[in-house]
């Protein structure tokens, strides 16, 4: 009896994964028709100096559009584009727009702006990467200073070597590097003097409990790490002024969150910029 009853969950439980699966699938089917068809959008999210309370730069987010006005979440969307090998051309697109960006900001007079991108491990995996990124920098005629790549622990991990060759490859033609999400994955501490990192991340769960001792003390050391490597460093997530006083406090270099400013289409962006300019 014990025996049927296992059966008839495991049945359950198979046409569960099976619908899960038929879901995703018609999903990334949907992903890849509106990419097709121009229907993604690259949005921006301006970074502040704490020190100068000027906008530094701005990290570029996808953006997936619905027709009842609503959007999927890069967290949804991301991980399926990335299965299917999708992130590769999407992630093409996003670099090209990216140094498009930069360019058109300098023309109007924005000329130290820059712009962080994420990419995926498939990216690096795939053939003549690093050469796209450069390729993309030089046909825009753009300083590569100011293209950011963001890396996760995760990529790093998964093949330590490839990404660690392509990054100073990059490097030594100008661009820069920030890790992402800094502290959540599983990386060792190792790949720190390894890669050939400009920037920290720190991830917005410490951001978010940085009021509580625990949080506290590991914001703390990960921005003093990036201190004593030598390397900026960024809050991610801070959406409180309570937030902003502790960062401070732990001298964090640049903030990047809600209570500055959400991602913004890139029309917004320039009015955005425009604002803060004449603030001051
Ligand atoms: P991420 O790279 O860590 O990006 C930061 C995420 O935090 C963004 O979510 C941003 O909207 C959100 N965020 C920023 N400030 C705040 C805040 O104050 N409060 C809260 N609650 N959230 C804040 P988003 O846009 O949903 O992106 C999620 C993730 O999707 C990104 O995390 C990144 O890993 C991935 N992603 C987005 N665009 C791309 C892309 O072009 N390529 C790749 N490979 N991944 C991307
Ligand atoms: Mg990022
Ligand atoms: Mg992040
Ligand atoms: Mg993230």
């Known amino acids: ?9 495991f049945q359950y439980y198979q046409a569960e994964m099976e619908d899960e699966m038929a879901e995703r699938l018609a999903l990334l089917r949907m992903l890849r028709q509106d990419f097709a068809h121009d229907k993604l959008q ?3 999210q301006p970074q502040v100096s704490l020190i100068t309370k000027q906008v530094v730069g701005m990290e570029a987010l996808l953006r997936w559009p619905q027709p009842n006005g609503q959007f999927i979440s890069p967290a949804v969307f991301i991980p399926l584009a990335e299965y299917s090998g999708l992130i590769v051309e999407i992630g093409s697109w ?8 930069i360019k058109q900001l ?9 712009i962080a991108v994420n990419v995926s491990m498939p990216q690096f995996r795939s053939h003549g990467f690093v050469q796209s990124v450069i390729d993309c920098v ?11 790549l963001e890396i996760t622990e995760s990529v790093v991990m998964d093949e ?5 060759d392509a990054l100073q490859k990059l490097k030594s033609f100008g661009i820069k590097v920030a890790i992402d999400d800094f502290g959540i994955g599983f990386s060792s501490l190792n790949y720190l003097q390894q890669l050939p990192l400009d920037r920290i991340k720190v991830d917005r769960a410490f951001i978010r409990d940085i009021d509580k001792p625990a949080g506290e003390v590991i914001a703390e050391t990960i921005i003093n790490l990036g201190k004593r490597l030598n390397l900026a460093t960024i809050a991610e997530g801070v959406e409180t ?12 270099d ?9 991602p913004m289409p890139p029309a917004e962006l320039l009015t955005f910029l425009q604002q803060q300019k004449a603030a001051g």
């Open 1 to 9: 009896k014990a025996k049927k009853h296992l059966g008839q969950n």
């Open 42 to 44: 690259l949005w921006y």
């Open 94 to 101: 996003v670099m090209e727009q990216a140094c498009l960006q």
């Open 106 to 114: 300098q023309k109007q007079g924005y000329t130290g702006l820059r």
């Open 138 to 148: 030089t046909t825009q005629q753009i300083d590569p200073q100011l293209l950011e």
């Open 160 to 164: 330590p070597k490839i990404v660690i």
């Open 241 to 252: 002024q309570a937030q902003e006083q502790a960062i401070v406090a732990m001298g964090c």
């Open 254 to 262: 640049e903030v990047q969150g809600f209570m500055y400013a959400r």
